[in-house]
């Protein structure tokens, strides 16, 4: 069965520093999400991604983030100066272009990202 | 906005008992989708059952079914003959439709339920 494939599943680095985070969507899916969950809370949104641009983004992803699509198959988030405080695992999904489809978000199993 | 309230924090319950997991939510939105998660202790995020609110037939997925309660906005769900393996968070998520957003949209999700199944 297809699935979403993020890399890597665990990342350690030192606050300041730039990370990103890697996804493989499911191969025919055009529709790409990443999410953010802190540990014992809710999982949160952060933006969506569909022909190449943003489509929706939450108030949490501010300047810091971006996101990018740099070839067929990866779909990148990328944080510029990483804060203690983006100490979470992040969650990258994706859904079909069907109607019906699209209204599924598939998830990956997520990569935890540490910053000391 | 939309929001997504899931009450109960922690729930226990005997391998092959009958559990209910409850959540509300708040929109203004007539035509929506509702979803519920699981995420196991791998931390990946498992969909178990979805509802499209313009369809009033609650939705069944083997021992998954929910109770949906549009007018009360209450969105439960049930999971039959519970299993160990079913020892997870659950988490009920909302989504506007795809037209009223435009695009992409993302899942409101509620703070999640802990539910352990004890042999």
């Known amino acids: 069965e297809p699935e979403v494939t993020q890399t890597p599943s665990h990342q350690v680095t030192q606050m300041g520093q730039e990370v990103i985070l890697r996804c493989v969507p499911i191969s025919n899916h055009l529709y790409f999400y990443w999410y953010r969950q802190i540990l014992g809370q809710k999982v949160e949104f952060l933006v969506s991604f569909y022909n190449n641009e943003i489509s929706e983004k939450s108030e949490i992803f501010d300047d810091q983030f971006s996101v990018e699509r740099p070839d067929g198959s990866n779909f990148t988030l990328k944080i510029r100066s990483t804060k203690l405080e983006d100490s979470a695992m992040y969650f990258c999904a994706s859904s079909g272009v069907a109607y019906l489809a699209k209204n599924i978000q598939y998830f990956g199993a997520g990569t935890r990202l540490s910053v000391l | 906005a939309q929001t997504v309230t899931q009450s109960q924090p922690e729930m226990s319950v005997q391998e092959a008992e009958t559990v209910t997991l409850s959540c509300t939510y708040d929109t203004s939105e007539n035509n929506y989708y509702l979803f519920w998660y699981k995420q196991p202790p791998s931390r990946q995020m498992i969909l178990v059952i979805r509802q499209e609110a313009y369809k009033q037939q609650n939705a069944t997925e083997n021992r998954f079914s929910v109770n949906f309660q549009k007018a009360a906005k209450s969105f439960s769900l049930k999971i039959s003959d519970s299993q160990l393996g079913d020892t997870a968070m659950y988490f009920c998520?909302?989504?506007?439709?795809?037209?009223?957003?435009?695009?992409?949209?993302?899942?409101?999700f509620g703070k999640g339920t802990h539910l352990i199944i004890q042999p």
């Open positions: 998520a909302f989504m506007k439709p795809w037209y009223s957003g435009g695009g992409a949209d993302g899942l409101t």
